[in-house]
């Protein structure tokens, strides 16, 4: 059997990119790991979930183990950096936030996990982190690095594909409209640099079989993830059409135009 490394910027995200690959290789009897960078104590916050930045790390570090224990996942680790918060803002510049690590030295810890697991498959997030925050794109620069020192065979970007995504915003109106009062939250907006265009695309994960898992993973992040959330009032056959497949870019085996995406990853 192989081993799986999935190394996210934040909690939460672990579950949103990659939760349905993870449960499908731990189903597999593959060995799966989670790196976290953060404790994500910048991100968005349901009312009422934690007083101070310090709880809510604590939190959300036990509803990541929540979350990784439904996804299969046999070892958690998190890296302690603080939360960059999101692009152009004050705490991008903390010396003790992820963005502001040195890459090396980071690189070189999550090596260390990287050898001490023999892993087979590591994935970051694409170059732009997939939508620019500042700790996604240290995601991809120190697990490069990392990758590149642990000789891991295979490093693959999770990204999301932004053709699809236009294809499902084009009729997100009517379902939205639907839904009514339901949700609080409204969907993410599409911007044009989210993700990567399906031609860059070399993998295609179909993960409906194990999406009612990814759902509960989502939903074990409820500091973040509010039962009023647009993702969790979202149909089941809805939500499995938005999250059934996850995607992932290999740089070093670029698809060639008139080839298939690959469907798994190990």
């Given at each position: 059997m192989s081993t799986l490394v999935c190394f996210h910027a934040h909690p939460d995200d672990e579950a949103i990119a990659t939760g349905g690959t993870m449960a499908l290789a731990s189903a597999a009897g593959h060995r799966v790991v989670l790196?976290?960078?953060?404790?994500?104590?910048?991100?968005?916050?349901?009312?009422?979930?934690?007083?101070?930045?310090?709880?809510?790390?604590?939190?959300?570090?036990?509803?990541?183990?929540?979350?990784?224990?439904?996804?299969?996942?046999?070892?958690?680790?998190?890296?302690?950096?603080?939360?960059?918060?999101?692009?152009?803002?004050?705490?991008?510049?903390?010396?003790a936030c992820f963005a502001q690590a040195d890459v090396d030295e980071t690189a070189e810890r999550v090596a260390a996990i990287l050898r001490e697991e023999r892993a087979d498959v590591f994935t970051i997030y694409d170059d732009h982190?997939?939508?620019?925050?500042?700790?996604?794109?240290?995601?991809?620069?120190?697990?490069?690095?990392?990758?590149?020192?642990?000789?891991?065979?295979?490093?693959?970007?999770?990204?999301?594909?932004?053709?699809?995504?236009?294809?499902?915003?084009?009729?997100?109106?009517?379902?939205?409209?639907?839904?009514?009062?339901?949700?609080?939250?409204?969907?993410?907006?599409?911007?044009?640099?989210?993700?990567?265009?399906e031609a860059l695309i070399t993998h295609g994960v179909d993960v409906t079989s194990v999406v009612g898992a990814k759902r509960r993973a989502m939903v074990a992040h409820r500091s973040q993830i509010g039962d009023d959330s647009w993702f969790l009032k979202l149909p089941d056959d809805i939500f499995a059409v938005a999250f059934g497949h996850e995607w992932f870019v290999d740089p070093a085996n670029p698809r060639p135009a008139d080839s298939p995406m690959i469907a798994h990853l190990l």
């Open positions: 790196i976290v960078a953060t404790d994500g104590e910048l991100g968005f916050t349901v009312e009422g979930e934690a007083e101070t930045p310090e709880a809510l790390g604590a939190f959300r570090r036990a509803e990541t183990q929540a979350a990784a224990s439904i996804l299969g996942a046999h070892r958690v680790e998190f890296l302690g950096y603080h939360d960059s918060g999101m692009a152009g803002e004050s705490s991008n510049d903390d010396p982190g997939g939508y620019g925050h500042p700790d996604h794109i240290a995601v991809h620069t120190v697990g490069t690095r990392a990758g590149e020192l642990a000789e891991v065979p295979s490093v693959v970007w999770a990204t999301m594909n932004r053709d699809k995504i236009r294809e499902q915003m084009a009729g997100a109106a009517d379902l939205m409209s639907e839904l009514g009062d339901a949700t609080s939250d409204d969907p993410p907006k599409m911007d044009e640099e989210m993700g990567s265009p």
